[in-house]
């Protein structure tokens, strides 16, 4: 059979015949291969005794001689090496990937460190720690329970500073709600005096209308359930001054009201009518605490499906004496000031 060169099998035998270096034997595909008994040869070859000597079946690939199965190559998955597989001293090239974390840190190495060596196969799953940190940012908000935010609010000539805790323990009490900040602007915007006066605050959650109350020289009493005491507890020590009058202590409506006096001069609640409930527990710890000649002020966010406007209009008229004080129509809060009809009710 003769080829595209012009020799046939046997004259390519004989031509590999004449250009090898020791006995050659040939295959049954025709290719040449070193007889065994020239494998010592090759051998020593490979250990670097015999220079300059190299037989023709022995591949070359740019520049790297000797036996493929003595060459220490770089062979990698996607094929050969190739115009970019070796470096100027023949040694292979890493592959052209940054170092994610390089830009962060000029001290890092620039590559990777690779995991291909002798005997071992690459991992093919991604090094966790050489994701970058973007893909989750580690916020710490993002997937904590609860966080905190402080706030500053600015009444009466004040700086209050407040602290939200936010969580699935506080609930709706660790928020300051529109229907507080609307109260406190009608204290301000009214010139409401506190000086001297006994003042008590219902269903308080940040504390920051009995705190304003208490920098404007009252003696208050700031109240709520017991878990929410240790926020209202650090948002007073972070505004009232030492010395000042303010104390933080537990209240549940219609059960442990009677443990306080029944004289105090203003009662104060914001946004605490939401939950039908509660109302007739809160009507009469209302009417336990308000004193003979006292007055309660109430602010709410209006809300039907909670039945808020119907306490005002028929619960709360029905025991004291109740006109609307100011009517916020931005953020549908009103203000409610109430006082006894009569004589107090054992």
Partial sequence: MVNSNGLGREERRGAAREGA????VFNWAGKARPHPASFLSLLLFGLGYHPGCRPPCTPQVRGVQGPRFLRKSNWRKEGKLGEAGLGATGQPRRPAVLNPHAASDPGSERWPATRHSRGQMADPRPD???????VFPRE????????????RFYFCGHVLSITENFGSRLGVAAHVWDAALSLCNYFESQNVDFRGKKVIELGAGTGIVGILA??????VTITDLPLVLEQIQGNVQANVPAGGRAQVRALSWGIDQHVFPGDYDLVLGADIVYLEPTFPLLLGTLQHLCG????????SKMREEHGTESFFQHLLPQHFQLELAKRDENENVNIYRARHRGPRPA
């Fill in 140 to 151: 710490v908000r993002l997937f904590a329970d609860s966080y905190s935010k402080k706030s």
């Fill in 21 to 24: 270096s020791g006995p050659l």
């Fill in 214 to 219: 208490a920098l404007q020289g009252g003696d």
């Fill in 292 to 299: 003979p000649h006292g007055t309660i002020y109430l602010a």
């Fill in 128 to 134: 966790p720690e050489s994701e970058p940190e973007s």
